[in-house]
C-alpha cells in the first residue's frame, strides 16, 4: 500500500466514524465519475414518460450523472443512511395512512444540520476540502451511488435494500475532492421474489425494477399537483400522503430495526387524530401538526383534496 493509498484509507474509516457519531446507520464512499449504465436507464424511464409530470427530472441530466459537473474536481461521493423505521407505530382505525418517513420533522433539515456538522468537523481534522452536501434536493442519483458505495442494492420496488436492516432509510450525499479509499458495490438479493409487485395496488411497478411514477400512490398524494379523480379512490388503499405498501411487503424489512432519532418520533395528537378529525382539519391545525414535518410539502388544499376523495363514497 502506498503512501497515497494509506492516507485515503484512514481518511474513509474517520469519515465512517464520524458518520457514526452523527447517527447515520451506514456510510460508504465511490468514486466520483460518470454513471453511464445508470444515464442510459434514466433516459429510457424518462422517454417512457414514467415520471409523470415531474418535469425536474428531464432538466441538469449531465449533472444527474456526473458528480464532477455539480461539485468542480470532485473525486469522491460519501453516501450515507439514515433510519427512519418507528417500530410499530399505529394511527387510528379509520384514519388516512401517512408514509412512515414523515411521522417527525422534515428529514432535509434533519440530515442538513447533520451534514454540516460532518463536514465541519472533517474540515477541522483534515484541513480545507471542496464539497458539497445533498439530501434530495439537486440531481443526485442517491440509490445509485449508494449501490456503489456497497450500502444496499435497489430491489425491485426501485428502493434501496440493505442486507442487514431492510429499506426504511434516507440517503444523502457529500460530494468532496478528498482522494479516498471505495468501497466495494453491493449485489442484488431480490432472487425470484416478487412481492412488491404483487402487493401494489395500483401495478406501478411496470416491470421488476422500474416503477411508473403516474400509478404511484407516493407521487399521486404528493408530486402530483391536481386533484385525483373518483377513480383512484380504492385503489389508493386510504393512503392521503406518500405509501410504504411495497416496504411493507418486502421479506428484507424483517431485520429493520426503530430508529433512534428523537427528531423522527411520531406525534401524538397526530397518531391519534381520528378520520372524522382528519376530514374536518383546518388550515391552522395543518400548519400547527405539519409546518415542520414533510407533510407540509404538499400543502393543506392539496391534502384536503386527498382525504375528500378517501372519504368520499364510491361511484355506483
Known amino acids: 500500500m502506498t503512501g497515497a493509498d494509506l492516507k485515503a484509507n484512514l481518511l474513509s474509516r ?8 452523527e447517527g447515520f446507520y451506514f456510510a460508504g464512499i465511490s468514486e466520483a465519475a460518470e454513471l453511464t449504465t445508470e444515464a442510459r ?12 409530470k415531474m418535469s425536474y427530472m428531464e432538466r441538469n441530466f449531465e449533472k444527474r450523472i456526473d458528480p464532477r459537473k455539480l461539485v468542480p474536481g470532485a473525486r469522491s461521493v460519501i453516501s450515507l443512511l439514515l433510519n427512519y423505521y418507528p417500530g410499530k407505530v399505529k394511527q387510528k382505525d379509520g384514519a388516512p395512512l401517512i408514509s412512515k ?18 463536514v465541519t468537523l472533517m474540515v477541522s481534522e483534515f484541513g480545507d476540502f471542496n464539497s458539497r452536501v445533498f439530501v ?10 449508494a449501490e456503489k458505495a456497497g ?3 435497489q430491489g425491485k420496488h426501485s428502493n ?3 442486507k442487514k436492516a431492510g429499506s426504511f432509510f434516507f440517503i444523502a450525499e457529500i460530494i468532496s475532492d478528498l482522494e479516498l479509499e471505495p468501497d466495494k458495490p453491493s449485489r442484488d438479493y431480490c432472487g425470484t421474489c416478487t412481492k412488491c409487485i404483487d402487493a401494489c395496488p395500483t401495478d406501478a411497478i411496470v416491470e421488476p425494477y422500474v416503477v411508473d ?13 391536481e386533484a385525483l379523480n373518483s377513480e383512484w379512490r380504492e385503489k389508493l388503499n386510504n393512503w392521503v400522503f406518500g405509501c410504504d405498501i411495497c416496504q411493507d411487503v418486502c421479506p428484507w424489512n424483517r431485520f429493520s430495526k426503530p430508529h433512534s432519532e428523537t427528531s423522527f418520533l411520531a406525534d401524538s395528537k397526530m397518531l391519534n387524530l381520528s378520520k372524522e378529525e382528519w376530514a374536518e382539519i383546518t388550515e391552522d391545525i395543518f400548519d400547527e401538526m405539519f409546518g415542520r414535518t414533510a407533510i407540509q410539502r404538499t400543502g393543506f388544499t392539496r391534502l384536503k383534496d386527498n382525504i375528500h376523495l378517501l372519504q368520499s363514497k364510491p361511484i355506483d
Do not use: Q
Open 14 to 21: 474517520r469519515i465512517k466514524e464520524i458518520a457514526s457519531g
Open 101 to 118: 418517513y414523515a411521522y417527525g420533522e422534515d428529514y432535509h433539515f434533519v440530515i442538513k444540520r447533520k451534514l454540516k456538522n460532518m
Open 151 to 153: 450500502l444496499g442494492w
Open 41 to 52: 436507464r434514466l433516459e429510457s424511464w424518462l422517454n417512457k414518460g414514467h415520471h409523470g
Open 160 to 162: 434501496l435494500i440493505n
Open 136 to 145: 434530495d434536493s439537486a440531481p443526485v442519483m442517491d440509490k445509485a451511488w
Open 213 to 225: 411514477a403516474n400509478k404511484c400512490i407516493s407521487y399521486l398524494t404528493i408530486e402530483l399537483k
